[in-house]
């Protein structure tokens, strides 16, 4: 079998790289071109800027330039990007753009798509941009074109995709696949959950309808499981074991739980290789766990886990809609790569996202972003995006691990609308705090029910309008509202806003947006002089959790911890009536 024979090598050339894992003894070199942001002259302009920023008005700002939407909007690949919502003016955004050549993001850029080890800290390339290019590229790792390995990985995934969607591929007792549950967390579920949710219109290609069931068991909460597979039948359920480390403890505890789940229905342990497959780097695990390597779909540790869902880990988004689906969001991805690596600076999308990001985080102080997609397929997108933005980003040392002087990563937060209107966007028109907003929608709905979208664009347009102008307290009076009401009544506009107005969400479209975020990213962790590719900030907690389970259980011989955590250990081991 051709499928099996490139799993193996597959597998082989994965496990090899991970025993390659380079040595941390030596510290990174950090390129001298990699300048701290507050070392440049536009660092220092944009500090006097942010003054003047700080009491602009947008009401003034747009009644002087009659044209400032189509001043500070850029059009590309299907996306409008309008800024003019933000406080900022020509000069703001020109001093902008000369502390992004300043801070050597242009030459950051080229490094990450020669396959340079810009990740420093684990001595890495960063290449997510290598798994959507198309056959015949040439991208090398140390000197090995990688192209040919993430088609040769494509290809077994479309194989395999294409006999679970058909029907040929069997289950144990020869009944079709029904179900298709990922098991995964952070990037090994938020980028499938969110395609999913995205893409489900898409699922009626390649001969397949949308019968099948697709579920993410993420938690390691127990009711997670229990939840998403209390309805299933283990005859007619695949799980996809999706982890690049193939270690984490949450997808570790699900995995073995889904095998006892199948196994207590199926009887025979050689049922795993028809109900289990996996998504890893890691084959000596994947083994090591009772799955075929040929049943194996491998990624390499060039990808990040959060730049993940366009490798293997997509396997589940390539069920759902198809290859044929799923080589269209790469396809929508690389579109962005190019225009991201092409487009002159001002009219780059992601640059100018992450410019107008990085103004208001640092120079006008707000310390959140709200993603308000006014699309309901993208209701996992926030969350998708939080993983991305906040685990990148959301560092407080630079490269040469000297602390940073400046913000980084804002917290990332949202619900598409309209629902949040219902919800927070009080607090987002009248708290205390601005939050500068991303509006998300798509000109053409795929459904067009009756009045709906007119309706929800409405209600887009309405929320930007509003925070950008407010109600004065005059204009509130006029209407003949009592002065002890006033106040109350009285909005204080002047609150940033992009808007991106798409044409019509399609596989294409939704990779367009999500390379788009990946690279706005990439220029904000550029300039703030940060590794966005690791996240050691999450390992602290996984240690001391592991050191906490046997104490739960009782087989721990002495637990050492603050008087707090004991007392909510000692509270915790009575109610679940265990001895003192
Ligand atoms: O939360 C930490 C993290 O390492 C993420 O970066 C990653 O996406 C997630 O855990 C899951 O890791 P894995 O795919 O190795 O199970």
Known sequence: MAAKKTGKVTATKSAKRVANTPSIASAPIVPSWHVAPDSTRAWKTLKKLSVRGKQAQLRTLFAKDRKRGDTFSANALGIHLDYAKNLIDGVTMDALHALASECGVARHMKAMFAGEH???TEKRAVLH????????????????NVVPLVHEVLDRMSAFAQRVRSGSWKGFTGKRIRAVVNIGIGGSDLGPVMAYEALKNFSERDAADRSMVFRFVSNVDGED?????????????????????FTTLETMTNANTARAWSLAKLKNP???AKHFVAVSTNAAEVSKFGIDTANMFG???????????????????????????FSEMLAGMHDMDEHFRSAPAKKNLPMLMALVGLWNREFMGFGTVAVLPYCQYL????AYLQQLEMESNGKQVQLDGTPVRWETSPVIWGEPGTNGQHAFYQMIHQGTSPVPCDFIAFARPLHDVDV???ILIANLLAQGEALAFGKTPQEVRAEGTPSWLVPHRTFPGNRPSNTLLCEQLSPRMLGRLIALYEHKVFVQGSIWRVNSFDQWGVELGKVLAKNIIPELSGSAKKPNHDSSTQGLISRYRALRGRAK
């Not at 941009?129 to 090995?144: F, M, S, T």
């Not at 499981?225 to 480390?245: G, H, Q």
């Not at 390499?300 to 198809?322: E, F, K, N, P």
Request: aromatic share 10%; hydrophobic share 40%.
């Open 270 to 272: 050689a049922a795993v």
């Open 379 to 382: 209701s996992r997108f926030s």
């Open 118 to 120: 810009i990740n420093l």
């Open 225 to 245: 499981f229990y939840e998403k597979t209390r309805d299933l039948n283990p005859e007619e359920t695949l799980f996809i074991v999706s982890s690049k480390t």
């Open 452 to 454: 709906h979208h007119d």
């Open 299 to 325: 990624f390499w540790d060039w990808v990040g886990g959060r730049y993940s869902m366009d490798s293997a880990i997509g396997l589940s988004t390539m069920l759902a809609v198809g290859p044929t689906g």
């Open 129 to 144: 941009v290598a798994l959507r290019a198309p056959k015949g590229a040439v991208i090398k790792v140390d000197g090995e």
